[in-house]
């Protein structure tokens, strides 16, 4: 079911996927960055203490991220309502924002390889530029399983068409039936009818 009016977050699967790309980065950044420091003692022969020293640094920083993780997957958040999606995230500096339906111009999926062994996918959101009419990705949608349902969701407010997709969100429905802008489809009806009649009218006085 694709969430409509209620919050709702990146899949669960989204979790061990940051852990462990997460982890894996900064083991290779540690490497790389201390490796550097280390170096000349392992050249004096402390082979024991440097080494010591270099995993003692990798396990507290991977701690450290893991802990991170937890914390920012709490902090995503995403909404949809009938003329806009919004958002907010981040542990320490947090941000938010607002994406009107009427500014996005396209909507691309992007999985990775590890991505989808965990089977999530992330939307990118593109919208229209503020300046010199260029095209930027404003919002990204991560971790989502059920990527391409949202997408089509979404993309059929951007068409000025609501969805008839199946969501949640209460009893409310969401009609599929573009608005006119002259007025409902039984209000033309009656219209076609009264000319029909009037045309009848003269037809006869012809006669």
């Known amino acids: 079911m694709i969430p ?4 709702f977050k990146p899949s669960p699967q989204y979790k061990p996927y940051m852990s462990i790309t997460a982890v894996v980065s900064t083991i290779l950044a540690s490497v790389f960055t201390f490796g550097a420091i280390i170096f000349p003692f392992l050249l004096t022969g402390m082979v024991y ?5 270099l995993v003692f640094i990798i396990l507290l920083l991977a701690v450290f991220v893991l802990v991170w993780v937890q914390l920012y997957y709490k902090s ?14 981040g542990v320490w500096f947090k941000k938010t924002g607002i994406v009107p339906y009427n500014r996005i111009t396209n909507i691309d999926i ?17 919208t229209a530029g503020n300046s010199g ?13 059920d ?23 209460g009893s409310e429905t969401v009609s599929s039936a573009p ?6 489809e039984p209000d033309m009806s009656k219209l076609i009818s009264e000319v029909e009649k009037i045309r009848k ?3 006869e006085q012809n006669k």
Do not use: C
């Not at 995503?76 to 995230?89: A, C, F, G, P, S």
């Open 4 to 7: 409509f009016k209620e919050d």
């Open 110 to 126: 992007s999985q990775g390889p590890v991505m989808r062994i965990f089977k999530i996918s992330n939307l990118q959101i593109q």
């Open 76 to 89: 995503i958040v995403y909404h949809l309502n009938d003329t806009e999606m919004t958002w907010k995230r």
């Open 201 to 203: 009218l003269l037809e």
């Open 49 to 53: 203490i440097a080494l010591g020293g």
């Open 147 to 169: 990527a391409e349902p949202l997408r089509a969701f979404i993309m059929d407010f951007v068409r000025g068409t609501a969805p008839v997709t199946a969501v949640t969100g």
């Open 133 to 145: 009419g260029k095209a930027g990705s404003e919002i990204s949608i991560i971790g989502m399983e």
């Open 179 to 184: 608005q006119s802008a002259s007025g409902s």
